[in-house]
């Protein structure tokens, strides 16, 4: 990657090099485990021009996207977290017409068409959107660009709101996909996107979220810029918690946007506290990466040596990436669970570390769950108190390794 993909300025900085690894939700097959596997560079860098933070576009997402192994429906506390977004925005807005890009499963939009607003999905995935019309959702199945929203708008009518939840760090075409944002909404309408926030990712050493579906790595004012590269305007920000902290941008075409919230000069603000429009503002992130890695080796080696059992819960895109960055075997970890069947009797991939259904936990009673979605750490901290039972404990790796008795 010699230039930014949002400005095309050619001066990048060097944010933190996690070396090479497959793409994160290639899960292997039991057959493929003697088959060689593509690792790819994962170094972030930021640009001095515009400060969007960005990896090189090696993969693109029809390798990736055309089937996935995510189904947000398995995550009970998302299912939740939309349904809130849903009876928000159908009591603020009214809409007569929501459209949801990366629409998954149906998460979000089953509960749209619970409240009687028609809606369509656009989803790539082949298998997880079949899941979304099995649950009666409609759901177009492509990659949104320019030509594809414009489509989605002449046969639909334009979209009185636009929901693009996690996808926008997914697209190496920012301001293609950006386009196709502006060519499904009205006029008058609105685009909500949520996104994790460059912020919290540095403060907090969430380096694990840094993989190869994730393009780019917004804070409010280079998700602004991008925003504008489609002619939407930025109008206000919420600070989310989801994904260890997240924001919630709204924008509208910039005709019909009016003056941004006081939310956004508080964001911006923070960004700049935070020294994010600066190169020190990333100094020390790749040194307290490398101590997140010690830390979580020393654990697990001092576990093995003293005869004590680790398993893993989840099979995460992020969790794929902290295995591989730690080095981390079947040695160090027997195994990991999962709620989604799809990736039982696979293995993660590069670490080849089995991943298994959730009720192998209570079958073999490990001294201690490494937890590798720690993003919902309330949700899984309830989900797996029966660990107690037998004395055993979870482990969090981020923001730095806790071990909760």
């Known amino acids: 990657m ?21 793409p994160c939700e290639l899960f292997l097959t039991r057959e493929r485990l003697d088959e060689p596997e593509l690792t790819y560079p994962l170094h972030l860098r930021v640009c001095t021009n515009c400060w969007l933070a960005q990896i090189p576009p ?40 929501v459209v949801e890009v990366a629409s ?5 939009l089953q509960h749209v068409a619970g409240r009687g607003v028609r809606c369509l999905g656009i989803e790539p995935s082949a298998n997880v959107g079949q899941a979304a019309r099995d649950k009666g959702i409609a759901t177009r199945t492509a990659f949104l660009d320019p030509e594809t929203g414009a489509a989605v708008r ?10 693009a939840n996690n996808v926008y760090a997914h697209i190496p075409d920012v301001v293609g996909f950006t386009q196709g944002l502006r060519a499904l909404v009205a006029d008058d309408g609105w685009v909500s996107i949520e996104v994790q926030h460059l912020l919290t990712l540095v403060e907090l050493n969430q380096y694990d979220t840094i993989y190869h579906e994730h393009f780019q790595y917004y ?33 509208r075409p910039e005709e019909a946007a009016g003056e941004p919230t006081e939310r956004v000069a508080d964001v911006l603000a923070r960004e700049k506290g935070a020294g994010l429009d600066e190169l020190a503002g990333y100094a020390e992130f790749a040194a307290r990466v490398a101590k997140v890695r010690r830390d979580l080796l020393r654990f697990l080696i001092d576990a093995a040596e003293a005869g004590k059992t680790v398993a893993g819960y989840g099979a995460p895109g992020k969790g794929n990436t902290l295995l591989n960055h730690c080095g981390i075997r079947e040695d160090l970890l027997a195994y990991t669970v999962d709620r989604n069947p799809y990736k039982h009797g696979r293995f993660t991939p ?56």
């Open 104 to 108: 998954n499963d149906g998460y979000l």
């Open 2 to 22: 010699t230039r930014c993909r949002l400005c095309g300025s050619a001066e990048l900085a060097s944010v933190v090099d996690l070396g090479a690894t497959p």
């Open 154 to 163: 002449a046969e639909h009518g334009p979209a009185d709101l636009v929901v």
């Open 350 to 405: 590069g670490t080849r570390i089995p991943i298994l259904p959730p009720e192998r936990l209570a079958e073999d009673r490990p001294d201690y769950v490494l937890v590798l979605p720690w993003n919902l750490r309330e949700e899984l901290t309830e989900q797996l108190s029966y660990v107690r039972e037998w004395g055993g404990q979870l482990v969090f790796p981020i923001p730095s390794l806790e071990i909760v008795p």
């Open 58 to 97: 090696l993969i693109q997402p029809e390798e990736t996207f055309t089937e996935y192994a995510y189904f947000s429906s398995f995550s009970t506390s998302w299912v939740e977290h939309a349904r809130e977004f849903v009876d928000a925005a159908v009591d603020r807005f009214a809409p007569g017409f």
């Open 219 to 251: 804070t409010v004012a280079s998700a602004r810029r991008a925003l504008a590269t489609g002619g939407l305007a930025l109008v206000d920000v919420e600070l989310l918690p989801t994904h260890g902290g997240s924001i919630r941008l709204w924008a």
